[in-house]
Each structure stands twice: as C-alpha cells, then as structure tokens.
C-alpha cells in the first residue's frame, strides 16, 4: 500500500523589539537551517503586527541569502504586542486573531527574536493558543534572563566602545569633563561593558544609585594628581541616590515627588528638593558636576547609532549558533523553549523560566569588581 505523502512542515519567523544587528544574520541561520530539514518557512513583517494582519513572505534560500552582514531586519519590526495592539486608532486584543492566524497557516512553530517583551509576548500565545514557539534572545541591553548572554549586545557594546575612544580626544584637548550617556533601558550592562572597554572614568548604572558629591570628589582628586580630563558612561536609566521617578514609583503614575534623604540646596536630588526627573539624566549630570567642580563639562548621546549597522564578527557567530540550533530544535520538534547562551552552548530553556524577568548587573558581578579594581568609579563611595 502507499503511503500518503505527509504534509511539508512550515514554520514562521517574527523579529520585534527594538532592532539590532545581528536580527538578519539570526534569521538566515533559523531559516537555512529548517529548509535544510526541508521545512518552509514565512517571515511575518513588522513584528507580532504582521502576524495579526497576515502579511509576509516567504523565506527561501534566495532571500536569506547574502544578509548576514546587513543591519536592521529584513522583515521590519515593531514594538506591537498582540493583546494590546493599536488598530484604526483603538486599542484592542488581537491575541485570538494572531493564534487563528498562525493555526490557519498550520505552522509548526512560530519563531520569535526579541528581547523581553517578545518573550513575554511569545509565551502569551503558548498559554492562550497552545502555539509552539521558539525566541532568540535578542537586544543590546543584554537583559533577557536564562542566557549569558544575547545577540546584539557585542556590536552595541563595540560602537559605544569607539565613542567613548573618540571622546578621550576631545575632552583631553579641552580638558573637559564628557559624559555620554548609552542606551540599556533599566539595566547597565551596555554602559559597563563600553565603560569597561573604553576606560571610563566614572561608570553610571541603574543598578548602582549613584551620589553626585562621591563623583565630584572622585573627579576633583583625579584633576589634582594631574589629570585634567574625565569620562563618564552613563547607562539611560542611571538614577541619583534617594531618587524616585517621575510617577513617584507608582505603576499607574502618581505624580507627587517624595523628598530625598541627603541635604544640599545646590544640588537637586541629595537635598530636601523634591525629585522631578524631567530633564534627560544625562544633563543633569554634567549640569551638575559642572557646579560642584568648576571644571567645563559636556554631554553627548549616543543613541539609536548603537543599534544601527553591520554586526561584529561575535555576533554574526552568535547568531548563527543560536539560529541553527533553533532549527536542530524544530526539526526534533521541541518547542516553546528559548535557545539561551551557557558557557560555550547554545541551550533550550524553557519560556516560562525565561517570560517576565529583566536580567540587571548583579552589583557583585566581576565586572563591578574589576572596573572598581582599575580604579573607576561607580558613582558610590564603595567601602
Ligand atoms: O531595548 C532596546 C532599546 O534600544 C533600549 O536600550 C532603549 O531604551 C529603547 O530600546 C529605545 O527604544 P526606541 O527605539 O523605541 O526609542
């Protein structure tokens, strides 16, 4: 009797988030290596929205060819989320719209590469539709738990890296205090690990409150053993000492500022002076240190160049073994895992271990110990 030929296997891949380099060398490794098991594969535009819409294309051999080098993301992203998702200028839930769509294209496994939010967001669909998913860990805030580390972060940490480089000249000629403040969202692994790499001076992270006089008497006895420039990296979501933000720390906003603890009317936020962060920290910052020195000061901010172009030799080969394995894993049907970094492997770690969790700088991570043990401060007065 012959047997009925099966069904081909089809899986789809989703890129959301913000981007980073490293999303087309990711996608061209998921998707050679299922069509090398003989699966086919979709790519849906613009994140989850694509998803929900039903647009993509399909990804043959042809289109993710000659892409691992190429910035951004051939399929687009966004920052959509299905269960609340802008449409016609209303909010709604497409959650059950996204499943039907996905189960209508019988895909075997939705890929999706993205940091936190697409982990949070891939394994809604898991527990609402029962769709099998497989997420990269993807940004360079390098913040997604269960994976040492993730794909974007290395090219983002070598261009933060190369300003701060630039930076040296500059402050050196002018004898100038410079502060570049660096992307991260609530974490500060991007400004440590730039920090680190390019010699900050000082180095500014969520994880470590940080209080302005410290920094200014570390940047005063700098100047007096004869230095007469300094760096400091800035993570975005550095906060000073005592700060509360804006929504006074309540999730649904309750604007009214709570005081802080220290005591200096000259400068906000270590006196009796309600906090209101209004301005970008990094300003303050420099406004600042400006004051409690005497020493000319500048700002810069780096921005969305960190997350634009070419990705490094480390992160095409991390995207290429997250990616494969990713495909080892589909073709064995094992789903509804993220493919983590441990060590030297690339593993599946279950999505429920990895969904809801930010991944911040422990402050006893041997980088903290070695940026304090060259000298840099971390904007405390450690022991
Ligand atoms: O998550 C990546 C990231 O670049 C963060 O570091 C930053 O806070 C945020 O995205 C910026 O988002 P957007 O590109 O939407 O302005």
């Known amino acids: 009797m012959k047997r009925k030929a099966q069904a081909q296997r089809c899986i789809g891949i989703l890129t959301a988030g913000g981007d980073c380099p490293g999303l087309n060398a990711a996608i061209r490794a998921v998707a050679k290596s299922a069509l090398h098991h003989d699966i086919q594969v979709v790519g849906f535009l613009d994140g989850f929205r694509g998803l929900v819409e039903n647009r993509f294309i399909t990804l043959d051999d042809r289109m993710v060819s000659g892409i691992l080098t190429v910035g951004g993301t051939i399929l687009g992203s966004s920052r959509d989320k299905p269960h609340k998702m802008e449409m016609g200028g209303t909010v709604m839930d497409m959650t059950d719209v996204a499943i039907a769509n996905a189960r209508r294209m019988h895909l075997d496994c939705l890929v999706c590469l ?11 669909l898991v527990q609402k539709g029962g769709i099998n998913v497989i997420t990269l860990p993807k940004t360079i805030d390098n913040d997604v738990a269960m994976t040492d580390t993730c794909f ?20 050196t000629s002018h004898h100038r205090i410079i502060a570049l403040e660096l992307m991260g969202h609530t974490a500060g692994w991007l400004a440590l690990g730039a920090g680190i790499a390019g010699g900050a001076d000082v180095i ?10 410290a920094i200014a008497d570390f940047l005063n006895i700098r100047r007096q053993s004869g230095k007469r420039f300094s760096i400091i990296a800035v993570a975005e979501g550095a906060k000073a000492c005592g700060a509360v933000p804006e929504n006074g ?13 220290d005591a200096d009317p000259a400068v906000p936020g270590t006196e009796h002076e309600p906090v209101m962060i209004r301005e970008p920290m990094v300003n303050r910052i420099v406004r600042e240190l400006q004051a ?3 020493v000319e000061a500048r700002m810069t901010q780096l921005g969305h160049v960190q997350r634009g172009g ?5 992160d095409r ?10 495909g080892e894993l589909i073709a064995a049907r094992h789903y509804n895992v993220m493919v983590g970094v441990k060590g030297d492997a ?38």
Request: aromatic content about 4%; hydrophobic content about 35%; some cysteine.
């Open 310 to 314: 070419t990705p490094t030799p480390a």
């Open 249 to 261: 720390g309540k999730k649904n906003g309750n604007k009214k500022a709570s005081k802080t603890a």
């Open 292 to 294: 409690l020195t005497g």
């Open 317 to 326: 080969l991390l995207c290429t073994r997250l990616g494969t394995t990713a």
């Open 152 to 171: 974007g972060f290395d090219t983002a940490k070598s261009i933060a890296t190369e300003a701060i480089d630039r930076l040296h000249t500059t402050a």
């Open 204 to 213: 500014l992270i969520p994880e470590i409150p940080y209080d302005i006089r």
């Open 114 to 124: 993205g940091g936190n939010g697409t982990q949070n967001n891939a394994f809604r």
């Open 346 to 383: 690339c593993v599946p770690v279950p999505l429920k271990q990895v969904a809801g969790i930010i991944r911040t700088v422990p402050t006893d991570h041997p980088w903290i110990r070695a940026a304090r043990l060259v000298g840099t401060c971390m904007g405390d007065r450690p022991d």
